[in-house]
């Protein structure tokens, strides 16, 4: 009788739940591969995707198989057999050269405009062929085709053919390796969890690593470095990568990658040499030093033959660099790059420099200051990476004047998926409109149309090498990113340094169907909360490109809370108004450093436009904006219209419930109503902090108080 009522209970509670579907952790990204519930998509899928044919075999052609066989399996039942018959319908998977030319013959013209890593995915009728000229082309195509499986489209008359924009898609990790000193965290500005690289386990693989090459290459990812740029700081052990402990766990890392496209890459301390072996010196000019880097690239080499490269942060926060022998940043870059050439290594040398008393006063300047007259200095295997913006990935900035500003110069763009200054993980704050306006910033370096994206897909310049870089948002937690919603950055990161000219509606739907499904409630919230995101976060957080108004080390989280009395030095407001003047005419000079006519716009108070008014200019609190409004009634509005998003934001997740797992619905849920509480604080911190300022009182919240 006890069990009766027990199967009675899990019945009711299964009919009560209704189409709830299982609780999901979030660990399958948008890699979840549901069945496809639609009976006459999947006999349509099911006509060619029961049968696999791999022509030519390697590992990467395994993972292509093995993605394809679980994906299939997951979708529509069953799991794909492999087959050496070309006769029955079936998916065909293999290069070129080696797809029989009785089956299908690329055309000619097709085959030449593909490019190393670009694919073709063409339905003949009787086989859906996933072809390139390399594996790793054949991967993303199988990565292409289980996207659209997943997004429910039709794939009867598929025929395409993609090509990477970006030759250099890479996610930077700042995971520190080796004990972590007290004042540190494993990762730094890391909001998911711990490292999920165990140093102390590797060699030894665990299935995390395969899963993360899956999802990095799933969006054309290409290349990790795998630490962080900081590798000595207050203890920190970094350097150690290169020390012969750590080459076989470096190897094993290398392996998995490898069978997914991506390439490793490490970052490295710049004073290595004198770390590690106790050198005099490690000047750049010294032949003993130079000898060093060359025998500890070959010793990597000899083990991890398709290394990536290095990555330095040098003269910058603590991190040694050149400067200390009296050589330029060029002189230290090429040290390494020409121990790298040989191998084809690459040398990727951040410009995330300020400081030194010999340059401008002002933050923003600094970094042009040092890098733009090396123009042309750097060896040809040498990347300057440089941040989106000239201070520090805040909320708004206007875009580093670097680029463009070097066109001998290989570039990289820097840009941040974790959300350190954009909320962490207790924000949501979908950053693809944001970087979609970096790279659509036209810099008029040659003109019109020389747009970053322009620039780091190397076309304006004609570089030979150059691409993206994301400080990654991945660490151990269950959902990989800490905030759920937070995996719609990595996937629109990863989306966008393959094809830097996708919308930002693309993007977002790709992500949304395949991360819940295609109900059409869920996917109208996802995409009303996502989009204006970004927005409510700089709403009640940074006024009119206000930046830097965070905490530095205040308690658990630097650079969350706000703290805009400590910040006086970014933000300069006194009892008459707010904003630095970058100016020419009165301020820093900033603004010298763009090309007409982005120098004259920003330069020009009545032209510059609203967003970056504060960063650009100093002006009295009732400055009227373009909108009409003041500059302090406008800062009261933001921070209380910020608040009123989020608000919506929680209304808007509650209708989902029930269309959506418990327990992905919970945690969002929960999500913003944290988000609730520290978007009050900051509002309530920055609208007190002006008021005392400015002495204007709030006419919003005399009306409308909440
Ligand atoms: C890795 C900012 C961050 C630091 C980071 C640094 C950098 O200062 O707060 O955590 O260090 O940028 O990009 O090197």
């Not at 670097?402 to 704050?429: R, S, W």
């Not at 630097?558 to 030095?569: E, L």
Request: charged letters at 25%; proline letters at 4%; glycine letters at 8%.
């Amino acid at each position: 009788m006890k069990k009766l009522k027990t199967i009675y209970f899990i019945f009711i509670l299964t009919v009560i739940q209704g189409n709830i579907s299982h609780s999901e952790t979030g660990y399958k990204v948008w890699l979840r591969y549901q069945a496809i519930d639609d009976k006459e998509l999947s006999a349509d899928y099911l006509k060619y995707c029961s049968i696999i044919y791999q022509a030519g075999s390697s590992d990467i052609l395994s993972s292509s198989a093995n993605e394809l066989k679980s994906g299939l399996k997951e979708m529509l039942g069953a799991e794909p057999v492999i087959s050496t018959s070309t006769n029955i319908n079936s998916i065909i998977i293999g290069t070129i050269d080696k797809i029989p030319s009785s089956i299908y013959k690329i055309p000619d013209s097709q085959a030449r405009s593909l490019n190393q890593e670009g694919y073709i995915i063409k339905n003949t009728g009787k086989h859906i062929i996933i072809t390139a000229k390399n594996e790793v082309g054949v991967l993303y195509g199988t990565f292409h085709l289980l996207r659209l499986m997943q997004m429910k489209e039709p794939v009867a008359d598929i025929d395409l053919l993609e090509n990477p924009k970006v030759k250099l898609r890479l996610l930077n990790h700042w995971d520190n390796p080796g004990k972590i000193p007290e004042e540190r965290t494993n990762i730094e500005r890391g909001y998911a969890g711990i490292s999920i690289f165990k140093w102390e386990e590797l060699p030894e693989i665990n299935k995390r690593y395969i899963d993360y090459a899956r999802i990095l290459s799933s969006v054309g990812i290409n290349g990790a470095v795998i630490n962080n740029v900081n590798t000595a700081k207050k203890g920190l052990e970094g350097w150690k990568l290169l020390t012969p402990e750590y080459l076989p766990k470096l190897k094993a890392l290398a392996s998995v990658f490898r069978n997914y496209g991506i390439k490793l890459y490490i970052s490295v301390n710049f004073f290595s040499p004198v770390l590690i072996s106790g050198t005099d010196d490690a000047d750049p000019l010294n032949p003993k030093v130079q000898e060093w880097w060359r025998n500890k690239v070959v010793e990597i080499y000899s083990e991890i033959p398709d290394f990536g490269g290095f990555l330095v942060k040098a003269d910058s926060e603590g991190e040694p660099g050149p400067i200390k022998y009296g050589r330029t940043q060029a002189e230290g870059a090429n040290l390494l790059a020409n121990a790298l050439k040989p191998f084809g290594g690459l040398l990727m040398w951040r410009a995330f420099v300020y400081g030194d008393k010999e340059l401008s006063p002002d933050r923003a300047c600094q970094a042009y200051q040092v890098f733009k007259p090396l123009d042309g200095a750097f060896a040809e295997n040498a990347l300057v990476q440089i941040k989106n913006g000239p201070i520090d990935f805040q909320v708004r900035e206007p875009v580093s004047p670097l680029f463009g500003a070097m066109p001998k110069t290989n570039q990289l763009l820097e840009m941040q998926i974790t959300q350190e200054y954009t909320g962490q993980d207790k924000h949501v704050c979908y950053l693809v409109p944001e970087w979609k306006e970096i790279l659509d910033f036209d810099t008029y370096a040659k003109g019109n149309n020389s747009m970053v994206s322009r620039i780091i897909d190397g076309s304006l310049f004609g570089y030979k090498y150059s691409g993206i870089a994301g400080v990654s948002n991945i660490g151990d937690d269950q959902n990989w990113t800490g905030h759920l919603l937070a995996q719609a950055n990595l996937y629109g990161f990863g989306r966008l340094a393959w094809n830097p000219d996708l919308s930002i509606g693309q993007i977002t739907d790709e992500w949304i169907l395949q991360t819940f499904g295609n109900n059409e409630k869920i996917h109208s919230v996802l995409n009303s909360i996502l989009l204006t995101s970004w927005e409510t976060y700089e709403n009640y957080t940074s006024p009119l490109g206000c930046g830097l108004m965070c905490s530095r080390n205040d308690r658990d989280e630097s650079h969350f809370y706000p703290a805009p009395s400590k910040r006086v030095d970014y933000h300069k407001a006194d009892k008459n108004g707010v904003g630095y003047d970058r100016t020419i005419a009165t301020g820093s000079g900033y603004t010298n450093q763009y090309f007409e006519p982005v120098k004259s716009e920003y330069e020009d108070l009545s032209t510059c436009p609203d967003e970056l008014l504060l960063f650009l200019h100093h002006v009295p609190y009732t400055y009227k904006l373009k909108s009409g409004k003041t500059v302090i009634q406008h800062i009261y509005d933001s921070h209380n219209e910020g608040v009123e998003q989020v608000l919506k934001y929680q209304a808007q997740w509650q209708s989902l419930k029930g269309l959506i797992d418990d327990e992905r619905f919970e945690h969002v849920k929960n999500k913003l109503i944290q988000q609730e509480g520290y978007a009050r604080e900051w509002r309530d911190s920055i609208n007190s902090y002006f008021l005392d300022m400015s002495g204007i009182e709030d006419t919003y919240k005399l009306t409308n108080i909440k």
